[in-house]
């Protein structure tokens, strides 16, 4: 069984990250970050939601997500370098 189960599309304008994340899992907002492999492809910052406030006992207050989690990340890039 995979944790986390990472999804990636593309509009033209926009990035969409996914991830399935399996029962009894979490993933930290905070540790959030992407970056372009592609040369010519800049992105943007990321719009990530809130996710769930909780105390975790090893990193104290920070927010998670459980279950799935979608966000997007501006693409800055003509269209044909995608």
Known sequence: M???????WHDGDTLY?????????YLYRHQFAV?????????GDPTIPQGIFTNDEFMGDVYVFRDQLVFEVPLEAPTQAL
Request: aromatic residues 8%; without cysteine; glycine residues 8%.
């Open 2 to 8: 995979e944790a986390f189960k990472p999804t990636a």
């Open 35 to 43: 970056v372009s492999q592609t040369e010519g492809v800049s992105l």
């Open 17 to 25: 990250i996914g991830m399935d994340i399996a029962d009894e899992y």
